[in-house]
């Protein structure tokens, strides 16, 4: 499977966020349009179905990614 740039996930998230709160503000047809256009991208540049688990694998693909170890088990 091809993968995204990380620069190229970094911008659809950002946007994909963007978007979401714009959509939640307003609520218009064209943020609407722009937000399923871009949940579609991130969809197809992840290779995932489902817009969460696109967002998901795009930051971990980011640069910087799971470098803590955030669990809640002590070593």
Sequence with gaps: MLMA????????????????A???AEGGETTRRRLEDVSYTL????GTRDVDAAVIAARHRLPG???FDDSVLSA
Excluded: F, K, M
Aim: aromatic share 4%.
């Design 22 to 24: 714009l959509n939640a």
């Design 43 to 46: 969809c197809v540049s992840t």
């Design 65 to 67: 990614a799971r470098t």
């Design 5 to 20: 740039h990380p620069a190229v996930l970094r911008d659809l998230l950002a946007e994909y966020h963007a978007l979401c």
